[in-house]
């Protein structure tokens, strides 16, 4: 069974603009997480998506977006990019939400803004 | 809101020795579950050992091993017979019950392992 593909696995950008990052989950899977990795900040959340609903968002400014399509393939959108969005971006997946059932995680986007 | 803590940024064993890092977390919630992950520097996060907060019994994955105190809060992971492969860094993560309704997963600042030949 393929594992979470994130695509693309880097980027650079520069400041203003905007970004769409895509995530295929595992076959099977319902729930799609987006995290925001950086040195400085650790992992964080950004949301989560359900049969295309998004069912917990994390504190992050609306310049980050995301949706979900009935094949539960993921985007999350960053607009009007900045500096210190220069992160790493992890897409998870899993069966349900929440519960006992690991997310399994992708190899991430890599995005660098100039 | 619940938080997590990695108090030791960085580790080392020497190869084929047991170590133990430490997790704490803080919640007023009674049922959760906990994970340690683990991430290569090839990055992808790879699930090292789960526990459910409402089982007393500590979870054992082939060398991996965790110490889930509930009182204390606390979640230490184990590795017995350090291997090269083992270093990576470490993140212990809390995931609410699922009557919370979410998959989201709160995670610790993460542990460095390096494993000495």
């Known amino acids: 069974k393929a594992g979470v593909t994130q695509t693309p696995r880097y980027l650079i950008k520069t400041r203003g603009q905007q970004v769409t990052l895509s995530c295929s989950p595992i076959s099977g899977h319902r729930s799609v997480s987006w995290y925001q990795q950086t040195p400085g900040q650790g992992l964080q959340f950004l949301f989560e998506?359900?049969?295309?609903?998004?069912?917990n968002k994390g504190n992050f400014p609306g310049r980050f977006s995301g949706r979900q399509f009935s094949n539960s393939r993921s985007e999350m959108n960053v607009s009007t990019l900045e500096l210190g969005d220069s992160a790493l971006y992890l897409c998870?997946?899993?069966?349900?939400?929440?519960?006992?059932?690991?997310?399994?995680f992708g190899d991430g986007t890599r995005l660098s803004i100039l | 809101a619940q938080t997590v803590t990695q108090s030791q940024p960085e580790m080392s064993v020497q190869e084929a020795e047991t170590v133990t890092l430490s997790c704490t977390y803080d919640t007023s919630e009674s049922d959760y579950y906990l994970f340690w992950y683990k991430q290569p520097p090839s990055r992808q996060m790879i699930l090292v050992i789960r526990?459910?907060?409402?089982?007393?019994q500590n979870a054992t994955e082939n060398r991996f091993s965790v110490n889930f105190q509930k009182a204390a809060k606390s979640f230490s992971l184990k590795i017995s017979d350090s291997q090269l492969g083992d270093a990576a860094m470490y993140f212990c993560?809390?995931?609410?019950?699922?009557?919370?309704?979410?998959?989201?997963?709160?995670f610790g600042q993460g542990t460095t392992l390096q494993v000495k030949p």
């Open positions: 993560a809390y995931r609410s019950s699922p009557r919370g309704n979410t998959g989201k997963l709160i």
């Open positions: 998870a997946s899993s069966p349900g939400t929440g519960g006992w059932e690991p997310q399994h």
């Open positions: 526990q459910e907060a409402y089982k007393q």
């Open positions: 998506y359900f049969s295309e609903t998004q069912r």
